[in-house]
């Protein structure tokens, strides 16, 4: 049985494109046997480095086959732009002026409104990148402890949106809320979904500062449709500054279905891109084993250890949708330096069993 399931992995791994179709296909059973054989088989894809990558085959040069298969993948975008400036609370904000700087803001939701300690510790890995800090929320929101009568120094700006919606929405509430972010040197669009960094996170940003993109995602997947996974997507000026940028912000509007909701992460890489706008990827696709599944999933340590993604993401930990190993993940977590009390003390505060083994020590310091 080893024998046959490596046998099938090895052929999925090497068939590239030819076998996709077929399996992105297959019901949720079957993408979940396949991401098993996958998570246990011991045959890893050599590393593909950071890339300028293309969606969609021949959408770079504007062949005109890749432009109907993009539209047809951009048919599900909404057509009528939204109003979200009633909707827009500025919170609390240093300036209102980002003209020329590297932004990163980050996509909060929490039921209790309040800006986790493992958030706080992502600002500040981003503050210590060179970048403003702005958090936007689905309400108001504070800081552990206290207030926001005065930021902390992590953040630079805290605004809130009133309408329903999910990250995307809250997005385009800052983008509204200040319009100079669409003048910045850079902005780095990313959410509390997950925990980071888990290893270097400049590292990353310096490899990707020597490729000619207008922007760049973490992760190319295809699952659904080829993308740029959106809990980190960063933007040059080129992409800031072109009208695509800005007329798809407009057609973001509030959302109470999330799977609606996602169509937004789906299309952004390829509309810009349609636009004439050049797309990468720190690991591209050619580092996912089976791009029909999600690879911070499927995958999420080769991603961490031998790809050098430095970002976990959280729904991994407590909900491990492909149920896939995570016998290892404490120790990888330990090894890229991440403090493992931010997620212990994160599941005792949201009453969370984390599903992966960890040592008892921690388990005492999470109760503290």
């Known amino acids: 049985m080893r024998i046959l399931r490596r046998l099938i992995v090895t052929a999925i791994r090497h068939s590239g494109q030819l076998c996709w179709p077929m399996l992105a296909r297959l019901p949720k059973v079957g993408k979940y046997a396949l991401s ?3 998570a246990r088989a011991s045959c890893p894809l050599p590393a593909a480095p950071p890339a300028t990558v293309e969606l969609l085959p021949g959408l770079s040069r504007m062949a005109p086959e890749a432009l109907t298969q993009a539209d047809r993948h951009l048919s599900d975008m909404p057509t009528d732009s939204f109003d979200i400036a009633p909707h827009v609370r500025v919170q609390a904000a240093r300036s209102d002026d980002f003209r020329g700087c590297k932004v990163a803001l980050i996509a909060h939701w929490d039921l209790n409104g309040l800006i986790d300690p493992y958030v706080m510790h992502y600002a500040k890995a981003l503050k210590a990148l060179g970048y403003h800090v702005l958090l936007a ?13 005065e930021l902390p120094d992590a953040l630079d700006a805290v605004i809130h ?47 990707m500062d020597a490729l000619p993109c207008d922007f760049w995602g973490m992760v190319q997947s295809q699952d659904k449709k080829p993308h740029l996974q959106s809990y980190y997507l960063v933007f040059r000026p080129a992409a800031l500054r072109s ?30 891109a349609r636009h004439g706008l050049r797309s990468g990827a720190f690991s591209p696709r050619e580092n996912q084993p089976a791009p029909m599944l999600n690879p911070t999933h499927c995958g999420w340590d080769h991603l961490i250890e031998k790809y050098g ?32 009390e931010l997620i212990l003390n994160y ?5 969370l069993r984390p599903l992966f083994p960890y040592a008892q020590a921690d388990r005492e310091a999470s109760a503290l």
């Open 243 to 272: 009208p695509a940028f800005n007329h798809y912000w407009k057609l973001v509007g509030p959302q109470t279905d999330k799977e609606k909701a996602i169509t937004y992460e789906l299309n952004l890489g390829l509309w810009l």
């Open 36 to 38: 098993q054989m996958l």
């Open 137 to 149: 929320s689905d309400r108001p929101v504070h800081a552990p402890g206290a207030t926001l009568g």
């Open 309 to 340: 993604v430095p970002l976990l993401k959280r729904d991994l930990i407590f909900q491990n949708p492909y149920q896939v190993p995570l016998d290892r993940l404490e120790e990888i977590l330990r090894k890229q330096g991440y403090p493992m």
């Open 161 to 207: 949106r009133t309408c329903p919606g999910y990250d995307f929405t809250s997005w385009r509430a800052a983008l509204h809320a200040f319009p100079t972010l669409l003048e910045a040197d850079g902005l780095v669009l990313t959410n509390d979904s997950i925990f980071a960094p888990v290893g270097d996170l400049g590292r990353v940003h310096a490899a």
């Open 347 to 351: 599941a005792k505060r949201r009453s």
